[in-house]
């Protein structure tokens, strides 16, 4: 009886496999028509200086504008496009999409070229062995110069093989792009990496943002992280910061720049241009 509860459960967890494996042909299989009908749509969220309010850098941010289902969250398919691969393609759409934007933004007067614009890449893209050559020629044809440009990694992307890393990110230094790492404090990264590595900011994860000034844990994250970029003349910013008592806090200790549903959500193009409009009506 024994041996038949074994048979039967290992059929089922077979066929559950299977189901698996098919569902996941079907959604690669659409992630590489949705980059073919040009489903992908970037959101860009404000980063502002915590103190003026002016606007320092755009994050671009992906989603998948799904004929059926509507606006896709990136959580929901960067994951399996970094798994199989799609990533790379569909990376250098996202970083093209961003500079041709900005390059428009910046001819239209309605963005100075002191702001960043913000892009993430996948640990695959990373891996990429033309990655400076491929933002080189993003760079040359859609005219953005190098300095505007911000590439977010993660610490585990930046630690996995310290050699590898110090040599790309010497690359896309010598282009004149900057380099910042995303979700700082979640991953482990070595303070001697840090210390050798070309990076130019450090953005502090949400996580350690949302339950400053109460949880005493967080704030103590928080501060060393201030601290830290500051010994490595690194600059830093928080993502998250969603209340006034966040901002303070992080500007009474040096964290002059945020971004977080406080100043704006990710925003489509128009609804940005919106909000931009309220800022220079500020100034
Ligand atoms: P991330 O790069 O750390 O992006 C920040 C995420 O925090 C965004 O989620 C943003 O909408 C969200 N966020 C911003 N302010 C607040 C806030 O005040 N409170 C809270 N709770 N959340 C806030 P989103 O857009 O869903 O992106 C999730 C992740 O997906 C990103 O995390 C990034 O890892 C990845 N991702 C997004 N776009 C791209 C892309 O173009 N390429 C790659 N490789 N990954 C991307
Ligand atoms: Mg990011
Ligand atoms: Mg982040
Ligand atoms: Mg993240």
Not at 154 to 182: F, P, Q, Y
């Amino acid at each position: 009886r024994a041996k038949d509860e074994g048979r039967n459960g290992f059929r089922y967890y077979s066929e559950e496999l299977t189901a698996r494996a098919f569902e996941r042909v079907l959604l690669e299989s659409s992630l590489h028509r949705a980059l073919e009908r040009d489903e992908f749509e970037l959101f860009y969220q404000p980063q502002l200086d915590l103190v003026s309010g002016e606007l320092r850098g755009l994050e671009a941010l992906v989603r998948w504008r799904h004929p059926e289902m509507g606006l896709v969250p990136p959580d929901k398919f960067i994951p399996l496009a970094e798994e199989s691969g799609i990533i790379v393609a569909m990376g250098e759409w996202i970083l093209e999409r961003a500079c041709t934007q900005m390059r428009s933004w910046q001819h239209a007067g309605v963005i100075d070229e002191a702001v960043l614009i913000s892009v993430n890449l996948s640990p695959k893209q990373f891996d990429q062995h033309a990655l400076s050559e491929m933002v080189d020629g993003t760079l040359s044809r859609t005219g953005l110069a190098p300095a505007g440009l911000e590439l977010e990694i993660t610490e585990s992307t930046m630690m996995r093989s310290i050699e590898r890393t110090g040599h790309v990110l010497g690359a896309l230094r010598e282009l004149g792009v900057k380099v910042a790492i995303d979700d700082f404090g979640t991953g482990y990264s070595s303070l001697a990496h840090l210390k050798r590595l070309p990076l130019t900011k450090l953005k502090i994860d949400k996580s350690f943002v949302s339950d400053i000034p109460g949880d005493l844990n967080d704030v103590a994250i928080a501060k060393a992280i201030i601290a830290l970029a500051s010994s490595l003349s690194l600059e830093v910013l928080a993502e998250g910061v969603e209340t006034r008592e966040q901002q303070d806090f992080l500007t009474r200790e040096g964290c002059h720049t945020g971004q977080g549903y406080l100043f704006s959500r990710p925003l489509e193009v128009a609804a940005l241009e919106r909000f931009l409009l309220t800022l220079h009506r500020l100034v």
